[in-house]
Structure formats: C-alpha cells, structure tokens
DNA sequence: TCTGTTGAAGAATATTATTCTGTTTTGTTT
DNA sequence: AAACAAAACAGAATAATATTCTTCAACAGA
C-alpha cells in the first residue's frame, strides 16, 4: 500500500498517524479525481475520519496539498543532493542530476504524477511565496554546485539559464509521458541514452 | 488588451461575441488566480453578463476550461504544421519544431501559461478521451512526418519514444521558467542555442 | 407576421468548503 | 495518582460556490 517511506519520514511518530493516513489517502484521491473534483468528503470517507479532524491538522484543502507537495519535492531534492555529492566532475555531476531524477520519479510514481500537476495550483495558492523561495534557494544551490567545477576540459553551453533546461527538460518531459501512459517503456530503461544526449548536447 | 486572435479564428462572428468575450475573461482569470480558485461569479462578474449565459454556452467550469484548452492547442498544433510543411530534412524539421515551440509561446504567453496549468485539470474531467486522442493523433503524425525523413546522412538516437522528449523537453521546461518568471532572458533569444544543442544531442 | 430556435437573465437549489462548539485523548506537572 | 493544559477528534451549523430551472428577449427563416 505505502509505495515508500516519504511520510514516515516527514511525519514521524505514533500521534502523526492520523495525518499520514490523511495525506496518504489524500494523494491517492488527487491523483485519480484530479485536485478540484476532490471534495474534503472524499478525503474523509476514505480514512474513516472527521472533517474536523482534517481541518484540525491542514487547515484547508490548499494546506494538504501544500503539505504533500513540499513533501515530495523535499524527498526528490534529497535523493539529488545525496547522488550529486559524489560527483567528482561536471560531467558526473550531469549524470547524477538525470540519475537522480529518472530513479526518483521511478521509485514513486505516484508521488511524481501529483508533483507534476499540483505544482500550479500550489503556485498560486497561499504557499506561493514559500515555493518560490525554495525554488531559488535550490535552484541557486544548484548553480554553485556546478559553478565549481569549472569547465576547464569542456566547453560548456554558454548562457547559463539554459543549461538546467537542457540537463533536466528531455527527462522531464519522458517522465510525464511515462506517467500519462503515452510511452511505456520505463524511464530506467533509458538512463544511458539520456545522460549521454544531455552530455553531447552541453558541448558547444 | 486581446493578445492575438486564437478565440476570433475559433469562434468567429457577431453572435459569438458573448462567448468570446466569458472566454478572454476565464483565461484572464485561471492564470491570475488558479483554476480552482476562478469562481463563476468573479468571470462573471468581469464581463457583467449572468450565470445563465455562462452556462448556456459552456455546460460548466470544465467546459470554459476545455473550451480554451483546445483553442490553445489546436492554434499551437496549427502553427506547428506550418513551420514542419516547410522541412525538407531531419535537421530542418527539428528546427522547426522547436522554432514554432518557441516562437508560440512568446507570441501567446497568457496561452501558453493557461496551457500548461490546464492540462491535468483537463486530463482528468470530462474531456480526458478528447485529450488522449487528440494526443495520439498528434503524436503519430509527427512521428510520421519525422520517418518519412528517413537517415542516412546520421544516426539518430535510437530509442523513438525519447526522440520526441530530446527535442522538446528543453525548450518546453524552458519556457516554464520564463513563464513563472525564475528565468529573464525571452526564449527567443535562445532559439539558436536551443535547436543546435538538441542536434547534436540527437547524434548518436 | 408568425414561429421555432438560440441567447440571455436571475432566482432557486444542490454541492462543497469551512467554521464552531463540544468532547475525548494525551502528555505533563505536582 | 490527580489535576491540569494542550492537542486530537467528532459532527452539527454555516458560508461559499457550482449548477439547474424557469422565464423572457432577440433573431432567423417560413
């Protein structure tokens, strides 16, 4: 039932348990009914609980998204930062951030799947500023990361903007289709071919 | 105040002026506030028409939102023909694909913006099998198009399914980023950049 | 002009999110 | 252990919102 461990980790604890099962039932109900049609009563009926005991712990439907959104983003964000500190240059570096990424969205697909489309909703909710914070934060980290390098034995893609687009965009996109069910053949399968096409695409 | 002309092709004439004009103020009102937090009354309210006439002409909030996610797609689709009729190769016909790509979206940015946030909502509601086979459709004539190419002058990068995700990912997750304004520079700037790095990541 | 059809309005209803009040459980202090 | 405070939970009451329904007006074709 539980794909992973995402909210043990984050909600740990016998007192959390209630709100883990919410959570938990919550992301399965987003997923298959789509964030708007998933009434507060669905949630509810799913857990055997309370509205109270649902707005006691979230406040709002916005505060269960948020909470699982920035749960998942904060469990995907780990896995990079653990793969990317054993790169040792800016081409393992790469290599680690499509990694990282392929095996994350296949190790919990279903978190995956909710990232992708609660990403807006949540950027235009009541958690706007939070996300946009982080996603500075990150994607600044990020930068200096590969910054460090230096591109002594490569020449690198010149306008820096780009490059994350470049390193992530082909996965990105082969992600989502995976998930919808357009592709079927398991990101995994071509971890090689990606990191590789990135790679040749990033010498100018 | 109207960006371009996608909702006077689609539903052209006097008589239509109502439902364009529910049309132009939803769009206005999903990428301000959030597909979920557009209330019918605040669209409404910003073309001082009635509940009734909303409904008469769309059904429901799905409806509107369906409405102007397939205006969006189909002019994007539409563009995109035009630019691939002109190809006469692999390698023009990358060009062209990431060229109309980008060239759409900074054309039409509230579009663009409205496409990406709408599309699950969409996935998910009464359209999903008009999404899907429209999707499909897609996905085959391209594809057809990019065989009938052939390869002989280089070997393209096996796998077929990522073809299509090493082309459009970057300038897609690009274009993301400047829609959410994390990146400045406008994706036309980068059109060159964009289309010679996915080539030579195509090269295999 | 007549007539059926489409466009439009707004009150009435149904659904859903949220609040509020009270009760129970849990943890802590004495 | 008893008393207290804080957090967890339940469910009725309320508010916000989507949708339906009934009515009237504009319009095109006979």
Redesign the pocket.
Known sequence: MNQSNILENRFPG??A???REILEQALYCFNELGVEA????AIKARCD?????I???F????GILSALFFAAQDDQRHRLEQELAGANSLREAVYSIIWSYLDWVVDNPEWARFLYQARSPVAKGPFQEELTNRNIQNYRKLKERLISFGNDDIKIVQPFEMLFSLIIGPSENYCRAWLSGRVKTSPQEYRKEFAESVWRSLQS
Chains 1, 2 share one sequence.
């Open positions: 016998r007192r348990a209630l709100k998933t009434t507060i009563d609980t309370s509205v109270g005991a707005y006691h712990h406040g709002n439907k916005e």
